[in-house]
């Protein structure tokens, strides 16, 4: 009798320890459940502090851009291109990109919105731009090629 008792309290005590287990596992999922949650609360907040410092940011690029010709010349000297290959690159006249890095014209918000698209740009993706519109002019073929 005293071993069918002791087999008993050892197969309770195994089902204890098991659902104690499976409660530890299940508070555990819920606690991490919680956790995740506060992290992805956290991680919005800070996309959306990004998003906002980095329209601040490029808003204040783009207000020193269009007052500040010097800005537009250090482009166009990292990209190691002309004032007539920048020209090219944003589809307008010599003169005009001349007038603007020497600060007597101001760029255009349009224009300004050209230049930030191709300030990402390196040496060798400037000057594989710049053939290809060579190419196209070469042989004739009409159509916008804005940046």
């Not at 609360?41 to 020193?64: G, M, N, P, V, Y």
């Not at 191709?118 to 002019?137: D, G, N, P, Q, W």
Request: hydrophobic fraction near 40%; aromatic fraction near 4%.
């Amino acid at each position: 009798m005293a071993s069918i008792q002791k087999i008993i309290i050892e197969r309770l005590l195994a089902l204890i320890r098991i659902e104690i287990k499976k409660y530890i596992r299940f508070d555990a999922h819920n606690r991490m459940k919680v956790d995740l949650a506060e992290c992805q609360k956290r991680l919005l907040k800070l996309e959306k502090a990004a998003e906002a410092q980095s329209k601040e940011t490029f808003a204040i690029w783009l207000d020193r851009m269009r007052t500040n010709g010097k800005s537009l010349k250090a482009l166009r000297k990292k990209l190691a291109i002309t004032q007539k290959e920048l020209s090219i690159l944003l589809d307008t006249n010599p003169a005009t990109v001349n007038r603007w890095e020497s600060g007597r014209v101001r760029l255009s918000r349009k224009s300004c919105e050209k230049v930030a698209k191709i300030r990402s740009f390196s040496k060798i993706e400037a000057k594989k731009i710049l053939t290809a519109k060579a190419v196209r002019i070469s042989t004739g073929e009409a159509g916008n090629d804005a940046v």
